[in-house]
């Protein structure tokens, strides 16, 4: 059964450092999604992406973060510089169409010093 | 305010037992889905509702939307030890379908 997949599973960085997280959607899907689970709290919105553009971003979405389908199958997350507060974990989805089940990775635990 | 209010937040059950989580909003739900997370693991999609009055079953896990389209029930039947984790509910609630809001979780143990 085709899933998401993410890597790392688990990413350790100083404060201030940049990171990349990448994500391979479901090789149909159109639809892909970031959201974050800061830990204890609840499942957040960050992006969603189309068509190689941002359709809906969240208020956490701001300038330190980018998002990329550098190919045709990886989908990147990008905190340029982290900030303590960043630590969460961050979960990828894709859905096939807009109004289809999203469907997630396993997350990639970030946690910043 | 809390957007998507779940409840309750745990639950604690014996095997073969039947049980029910609520999620419920203030606002109209476009799309209502439902998750399995273990902690500190990925979400297991589960079941979709879009339609007022809509229902839908897997296994032993039934998923209803109410007609008015603000409160989702998930129901499993016999729980079992592995229907063990935390049920998450998300929604779509700005009618866009490009983002979901979820709820805080529940928590449910099955005791053996």
């Known amino acids: 059964e085709p899933e998401v997949t993410q890597t790392p599973s688990h990413q350790v960085t100083q404060m201030g450092q940049e990171v990349i997280l990448r994500c391979v959607p479901i090789?149909?899907?159109?639809?892909f999604y970031w959201y974050r689970q800061i830990l204890g709290q609840k499942v957040e919105f960050l992006v969603s992406?189309?068509?190689?553009?941002?359709?809906?971003k969240s208020e956490i979405f701001d300038d330190q973060f980018s998002v990329e389908r550098p190919d045709g199958s990886n989908f990147t997350l990008k905190i340029r510089s982290t900030k303590l507060e960043d630590s969460a974990m961050y979960f990828c989805?894709?859905?096939?169409?807009?109004?289809?089940?999203?469907?997630f990775g396993p997350g990639t635990r970030l946690t910043v010093l | 305010s809390q957007e998507l209010e779940q409840s309750p937040q745990s639950l604690i059950v014996q095997e073969g037992k039947n049980l029910t989580i609520n999620c419920t909003s203030s606002?109209?739900?476009?799309?209502l889905y439902w998750y399995k997370q273990k902690y500190g693991e990925g979400l297991i999609f589960l079941m979709m509702?879009?339609?007022?009055?809509e229902e839908k079953s897997h296994e032993k896990i039934t998923a209803k939307l109410d007609e008015k389209k603000q409160q989702s029930s998930l129901h499993i039947t016999a729980s079992q030890p592995s229907h063990a984790g935390i049920y998450l509910c998300?929604?779509?609630?700005?009618?866009?379908?490009?983002?979901?809001?979820f709820g805080s979780g529940t928590q449910l143990t099955v005791l053996p």
């Open positions: 998300g929604a779509d609630i700005s009618g866009s379908a490009r983002q979901l809001t």
């Open positions: 509702l879009q339609k007022g009055g």
């Open positions: 606002k109209t739900l476009y799309g």
């Open positions: 992406f189309y068509n190689n553009e941002i359709s809906e």
């Open positions: 090789s149909n899907h159109l639809y």
């Open positions: 989805a894709s859905s096939r169409l807009v109004n289809n089940e999203q469907f």
